[in-house]
């Protein structure tokens, strides 16, 4: 076995899976009926539910790495007073991933489609445009931290339709919350759609990267 996978137990990832996509649906109906603090506490679960996942089908460690790292992030952006925490833990998650996919051969592949790293570019850019006059002292925070999620996005592209609906899907929810930062019109049941997003593209990334795997 390579060194950069996780051993466990076989037979258990069906049942993990499930697991999640049930703690999902309940979190999200908690979202909806703005149910605190259960909302909180199982926004808590997913991730290492995931996690859990992707070990189960001994994925690579820097993919366990970065959803338990999302979770650290999910759990701080629920405290008062910690959000750059939060969000610099969901840095380091998106440097795990940025790592995995220039491993994997990404970089060779977005040769080959220029557009690609091109488009990703001008929607980042058109964000910073759009949230610095609001974000106040989050400006470089928000900034640096949308370079690591942008990189996220173009990199998985260049692993796979699946994962590179995953990183899609990431950037469009955290620019949500952008969004709400700077104050700029939401949609309704933002909450909703930001967390529904978020898990959609962290189970695509993580099945994305198993499937390149397998």
């Known amino acids: 076995m390579q060194n950069d ?10 049942k993990i899976l499930i697991t999640f996509w049930v703690v ?7 979202v909806a009926a703005q149910v605190s603090p259960w909302d909180s506490l199982t926004k808590a679960l997913v991730m290492p539910l995931l996690a859990a996942w992707v070990a189960a ?14 979770c650290g992030g999910d759990v701080a952006l629920e405290i008062d007073g910690l ?9 380091a998650a998106h440097v795990c991933y940025v790592t995995y996919f220039v491993r994997a051969g990404a970089l060779g592949r977005l040769r080959a ?3 690609v ?11 910073v445009v759009l949230v610095w006059p609001g974000l106040g002292d989050l400006r470089v925070p928000v900034a640096a931290y949308s370079l690591l999620l942008t990189a996220t996005a173009v990199l998985s592209a260049g692993l796979g339709a699946r994962a590179g609906a995953g990183g899609a899907l990431f950037l469009l929810s955290d620019s949500l919350i952008a969004f709400d930062l700077a104050g700029l019109p939401l949609p309704p049941m933002n909450g909703v759609i930001v967390m529904a997003t978020y898990l959609a593209a962290q189970y695509l990334l993580a099945s994305g990267i198993l499937k390149r795997e397998t």
Not at 24 to 30: D, E, I, R, T
Not at 83 to 91: D, I
Not at 117 to 127: C, E, K
Request: net charge positive.
């Open 5 to 14: 996978v996780l051993e466990v137990r076989p037979g258990l990832s069906r």
């Open 24 to 30: 999902s649906a309940v979190h999200l109906a908690l």
């Open 57 to 70: 089908r001994r994925g690579p460690r820097l993919v366990v790495a970065a959803l338990l790292l999302s």
């Open 83 to 91: 959000f750059v925490v939060g969000m610099a833990l969901f840095g």
């Open 113 to 115: 489609r220029p557009v």
């Open 117 to 127: 790293p091109l488009v990703y570019a001008v929607v980042w850019a058109g964000l």
